[in-house]
């Protein structure tokens, strides 16, 4: 029985042809079979796709043949092409929308963003500093309430640009002169968020490199993460170990739960089911 994977990566780089690289994108998976959502922008590129292990390993040869991409981080996980309805290559204005237009990005990356930090850096950080250090989620609300770093901040963002609000409003100047460690599901937007926080004055502004997916692929639950990690897939959820913590809290009964459940198609309110109540929901 072959086996299959799920990879996860993003680049950020100056594209001149979009257009281009999306088509090439689609034929690629296209003809490996390979299902997922890939974003292409002027600025770069962001992957999420599945399928029979030796397949994905040649998508990901052959993407990184094209020079922009030469260097991709590639973070591997378990799952396959069925946890996606389809294969989307678009082109967007932007891989991740932050409602801001003064991203700079190069060869290199985004410009003038934090120091990136591996599991084992952001642990040396922690040894050092302490309950100094900020652990500051760039994702959306729903996503932390199943899993997030021991005492983060997670601030009440149901889309991204309402982070970016809450920033310019200034809802977190008291943590401008702490150690700040931003984090993410794969890395791409706690980037863009660590640049924004140190163009507002933050002084000491770190990212989690590879985010969340390589931190638990790293040390699974004996770190400092709680509880499951959100996927924008059928498996909804990703647990790094068979004894993660449960963190949620089922909105209908109170019981633990991770099960994120959309309750209104049309404006994907989503909420937080336990397994019981989450059964016999599409």
């Not at 170990?241 to 809290?249: F, H, K, L, P, T």
Request: hydrophobic share 40%; net charge negative.
């Amino acid at each position: 029985m072959s086996q299959s994977k799920i990879v996860l990566f993003y680049v950020f780089a100056p594209l001149p042809d979009p257009e281009a690289v999306r088509l090439w994108q689609h034929t690629l998976c296209s003809a490996l079979d390979l299902r997922g959502r890939i974003v292409i922008a002027p600025h770069g590129i962001n992957v999420t796709v599945g399928g029979e292990i030796r397949a994905v390993k040649r998508y990901v040869r052959a993407t990184r043949e094209y020079a922009p991409f030469a260097a991709a981080d590639v973070t591997w996980s378990d799952g396959g092409a069925d946890d996606f309805p389809r294969l989307s290559v678009r082109v967007r204005p932007k891989i991740v929308t932050f409602g801001r237009p003064d991203i700079r990005v190069d060869e290199n990356g985004v410009v003038g963003g934090g120091a990136r930090l591996d599991p084992d850096a952001l642990h040396a950080l922690v040894a050092e500093r302490g309950d100094d250090v900020v652990f500051f989620d760039g994702r959306n609300e729903i996503e932390s309430r199943i899993g997030h770093f021991r005492d983060a901040v997670s601030p009440p963002a149901r889309v991204t640009t309402d982070l970016t609000a809450m920033l310019d409003a200034g809802e977190f100047d008291h943590l401008r002169d702490r150690p700040v460690v931003t984090y993410c599901t794969g890395g791409v937007r706690c980037e863009v968020l660590s640049a924004l926080m140190v163009e507002r004055g933050f002084g000491e502004v770190y990212q989690l490199d590879g985010g969340i997916a390589r931190y638990g692929r790293h040390l699974g639950d004996g770190g400092l993460w709680e509880g499951a990690m959100y996927v924008f897939d059928r498996r909804g959820a990703l647990r790094f170990s068979e004894d993660a913590a449960v963190v949620g809290v089922c909105e209908l009964c109170g019981a633990p739960g991770d099960s994120v459940v959309d309750v209104a198609v049309d404006d994907r309110h989503q909420v937080v089911l336990c397994t019981t109540c989450a059964q016999g929901r599409p």
